[in-house]
């Protein structure tokens, strides 16, 4: 799956601040069991430093998953809004 949006999607989960299982899937991107194993593999890791997860995993620690940083993602999600800006401004001319 190659979406042409997928750093805005990233930039949207990081602003979110926590991320499920399918938000997993769409950061990425992936299916059910491998969003499922990473969330587990997170959960595990903030466990082990004496933390508890509620609603979801921190977005930040999918970051190394993608092996982008925060600031990356802002960039390419602004990258992606210029260009289809510009898309859609050379279609509405």
Known sequence: MC???INNVREDI???GYASVTDVMKFIPCGYDKAKKIIDEITKMVEEKGKRVFIGIRSVYLLPYVELTETQVHKYAELEREKMAAKEEK???
């Open 3 to 5: 979406r042409s949006d």
């Open 91 to 93: 279609n509405g001319k």
């Open 14 to 16: 990081l602003l979110k």
